[in-house]
């Protein structure tokens, strides 16, 4: 147990559903991403929140829309998602600080679009 | 922009033995930061070590060490006295040392490493 915890752990959503995945952390920590991960390719930065404001946005397309309520919640709204968009969603979080400090992650989403 | 690359897409090893996975990264930054993260079949991604670009003394954390080699950008992680619980796929990390309110990763393609008994 890291300390951040995603929920639903599995997801499968038709192409016109909407859907949004959550992320919750009581770390205590600033900084907070959303990871895709796919097979046979690295993790691939999405999103990275420091202190609930959105401070990159890796070229997503519109069909993820991000959201940080509070330091401690993070969600990834979802709609009209292509089956590409299949992957395991990870969440994580960091102090937000610099030096040496580390990022903790959720133990994921498996989401499936049919 | 940094890359990490991680060559060996499979690895295995015997039980209580050692194995050594390879990891090599590019940038033009001089301070920055070097993880290993293990994912489980529980999809939990966790810290194994980490290496500050600054610290000439190579990582150690138990049966995990790291051979850090700087000139040559090379991050490789040894497991002594392989379990079974060692079985996961291994991913190499980098971070920039100053970002500004994150500490973003940039990952390889991870390796999966297999324990025989």
């Known amino acids: 147990e890291t300390g951040v915890t995603q929920t639903p752990r599995h997801l499968v959503m038709g192409m016109t559903n909407k859907k949004s995945l959550k992320c919750e952390q009581h770390?205590?920590?600033?900084?907070m991403y959303w990871y895709k991960q796919s097979a046979k390719k690295p993790l691939e930065l999405m999103f990275v929140y420091s202190l609930e404001e959105r401070v990159e946005n890796n070229s997503v397309p519109s069909r993820f829309s991000p959201e940080c309520p509070n330091s401690s919640h993070l969600f990834l709204h979802l709609h009209t998602l292509q089956p590409e968009d299949s992957a395991l969603y990870l969440c994580a979080s960091s102090l937000g600080q610099g030096g040496d400090t580390e990022a903790f992650f959720g133990q994921g989403t498996r989401l499936t679009v049919v | 922009a940094q890359t990490v690359t991680q060559s060996q897409p499979e690895m295995s090893v015997q039980e209580a033995e050692t194995v050594t996975l390879s990891c090599t990264y590019d940038t033009s930054e001089s301070d920055y930061y070097l993880f290993w993260y293990k994912q489980p079949p529980s999809r939990q991604m966790i810290l194994v070590i980490r290496?500050?670009?600054?610290?000439?003394q190579n990582a150690t954390e138990n049966r995990f060490s790291v051979n850090f080699q700087k000139a040559a950008k090379s991050f490789s992680l040894k497991i002594s006295d392989s379990q079974l619980g060692d079985a996961a796929m291994y991913f190499c990390a980098y971070r920039s040392a100053w970002q500004g309110g994150s500490e973003k990763l940039v990952f390889g393609k991870g390796t999966k490493l297999t324990v025989n008994p």
């Open positions: 770390l205590g920590h600033n900084a």
């Open positions: 290496q500050e670009a600054y610290k000439q």
